[in-house]
């Protein structure tokens, strides 16, 4: 199997080598299927509920604009409760449809999955080498995410004596690798690379530790060994129970990638991007009863904003938007990013720095400290008319005014992947936001505030002389809190979708409890029915 083709760029620097997978992103370019297409062969079992599975692997494989053929090794019931049943495929029939695909198409890349008998496998392994392939892929999917056995113990030899020495990576998750490696505690993202390691020398060119269910890590971190170095890919972890078929998904597009050519790093970011963005965009989705359900593998047919992987925003991420006041923190004796962590602990969906007298290095240091805090919680984090700070700190975009720095200029100093808010007044300024390649725009103030001194206000008839032709989403800001935030929602205004708030939180004594008070506000309040007719005309 010529694998030379595919030996991976090792980067230097060593185990704590944060690889920035923002640089691969899966290629969007739209791929026209002509002559040779890229493609996936796929022998893995059927998922009767498809979010894992052949049916994962095939999904995936579209999404990512590869041809993906399949062999059948079993076909379960199952669903988002978990495995009800199994029915092995006779070997002798993989064989077969082994056989019929490799001697008929041009595979570039074999993807494993569930091999559920020895037997399988080393059928497997004998026609591999009958018709070799540019590169083999091996998920050893032991044990589903359910629970359920998937493979047991007994092809544990076979996996590791003769399909990992053929393997170009293996992706075992944790609970995988410990089995695979005799029981192994996997505890830190330190066991993950000591497991990586030790999987290596069973044969394969690459190893990847998948973190999706290392206990207690507040990102998703893989582990990558080459053969050289540990690399650790750090992901947002998605709050979400839509993770049925990560590992199946995340294998399949490693492999797809392979197929258009990606260097083996690169595959693995880009893979790594996916499945982070389809559980971004699938948090809402409700297939099923059962605790971990399917996720939308095409959710980039449906997704009308262009969220490109490092942009953590949706429009929904306005609904509560904390701006910070250096002048209230130190009112209070608070830092900056104390009061963003308790904002967020109160229930802030985005959070802005808004400092306007601070020495830069103070503000940097106050900016990255916030970062990571939202990192952790997968808020975004936004920086008040510093164009430079956000660069500094790559946090996750800007807000300016009207007299900051040109929207169109932060847009082209940013960059596509990053965030821009916009304060409008009127709807020529909201339109402009727009032509600029604005995400979103504040409008206020709202009601008259001390927070913003000769502010004019526009009132709720200003807003919804904004928000009915605005084209972008965005918040309603200046004087808002609990006591009059429902008049905003009571507007029903389609792309108003939060409100902005500053001394309603930061000029309290305790600021969680003041955002839990508003969030109950926001969530409870009805649009009135009339209202929403209005909005759906
Ligand atoms: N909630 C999550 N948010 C973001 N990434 C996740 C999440 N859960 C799993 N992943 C990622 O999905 C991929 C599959 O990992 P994992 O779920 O551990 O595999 P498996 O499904 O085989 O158990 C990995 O890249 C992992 O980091
Ligand atoms: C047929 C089949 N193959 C693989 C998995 C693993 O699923 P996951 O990727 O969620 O661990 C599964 N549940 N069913
Ligand atoms: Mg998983």
């Known amino acids: 199997m010529a694998k030379e083709a595919l030996k991976p760029q090792a980067i230097a620097g060593d185990f704590s080598k944060i690889v920035d997978k923002e640089a691969m992103r899966p290629s969007n370019d739209a791929i026209k299927w002509s002559g040779k297409v890229p493609h996936v062969l796929t022998v893995a079992g059927s998922d009767s509920g498809a979010g894992a599975g052949i049916q994962a692997d095939i999904k995936a494989s579209g999404a990512l604009g590869v041809y993906c053929s399949s062999v059948i090794t079993a076909v379960t019931a199952q669903n988002t409760v978990g495995v009800q049943g199994i029915h092995p495929v006779p070997e002798e029939f993989v064989a077969e449809q082994l056989k019929s695909v490799l001697s008929d198409m041009q595979v570039d890349v074999v993807k494993t999955g569930m091999l559920p008998s020895t037997g399988v496998i080393k059928v497997l392994c004998h ?114 129970h839509n993770t049925h078929g990560t590992g199946c998904t995340l294998a399949s597009c490693i492999a797809a990638e392979l197929a258009k050519g990606s260097p083996m790093l690169g595959a693995i970011q880009a893979a790594k991007c996916f499945v982070e963005e389809a559980l971004e965009q699938s948090k809402d989705l409700a297939i099923g009863n059962g605790p971990q359900g399917p996720f939308d593998h095409f959710f980039k047919l449906r997704n009308h904003y262009a969220r490109p992987c490092g942009t953590r925003f949706k429009p929904r991420d306005l609904f509560l938007y904390a701006v910070t006041d250096s002048g209230m923190n130190k009112k209070w004796g608070r830092s900056i990013s104390d009061a963003v962590k308790a904002a967020i602990e109160g229930g802030a969906t985005i959070i802005q720095l808004r400092e306007k007298n601070i020495e830069t290095k103070v503000f940097v240091e106050a900016a990255e400290a916030s970062l990571e805090i939202c990192r952790s919680y997968g808020v975004p984090l936004l920086i008040n008319d510093r164009v430079d700070v956000a660069l500094a700190c790559e946090t996750d975009g800007v807000h300016v005014g009207q007299s900051d720095m040109p929207v169109r200029t932060v847009r082209q100093l940013l960059g ?80 108003l979708k939060g409100v902005a708030v500053v001394s309603a939180l930061f000029d309290r004594l305790d600021i969680s409890s003041e955002t839990r008070r508003l969030l109950g506000v926001l969530e409870t309040t009805r649009i009135p029915e009339e209202k929403r007719l209005e909005a759906s005309e």
């Not at 690459?206 to 207690?216: A, F, I, Q, R, T």
């Not at 004019?456 to 008839?461: F, K, N, Q, Y």
């Not at 928000?467 to 006591?483: D, H, M, T």
Request: glycine share 10%.
């Open 127 to 240: 026609k591999l080498k009958q018709f070799p392939i540019r590169a083999l892929v091996v998920d050893p999917v032991l044990v589903a995410t359910s629970g359920d056995v998937l493979s047991g113990p007994s092809t544990l030899d076979a996996f590791r004596e003769e399909l990992f020495p053929m393997a170009d990576i293996v992706t075992p998750n944790v609970r995988e690798a410990s089995v695979l490696l005799g029981g192994f505690d996997i505890k830190t993202i330190t066991d993950m690379c000591s497991a990586a390691k030790s999987l290596y020398s069973l044969g394969p060119r690459n190893v990847l530790v998948k973190g999706g269910d290392l206990p207690e890590s507040s990102d998703a971190v893989d582990i990558f060994f080459d053969g050289e170095h540990c690399h650790e890919l750090r992901g947002v972890r998605v709050r979400t």
């Open 416 to 495: 596509p992947n990053k965030i821009i808010g916009v304060s409008c007044k009127t709807p020529e300024q909201a339109h402009q936001a727009w032509l600029d390649g604005a995400n979103y725009i504040g409008c206020g103030g709202v009601f008259p505030t001390n927070t913003k001194k000769n502010n004019p206000t526009i009132g709720l008839d200003g807003l919804k002389n904004i928000f009915q032709s605005s084209l972008l989403p965005g918040v309603a800001i200046g004087g808002i809190g609990v006591e009059n935030a429902h008049m905003i929602v009571e507007m029903g205004l389609p792309n």
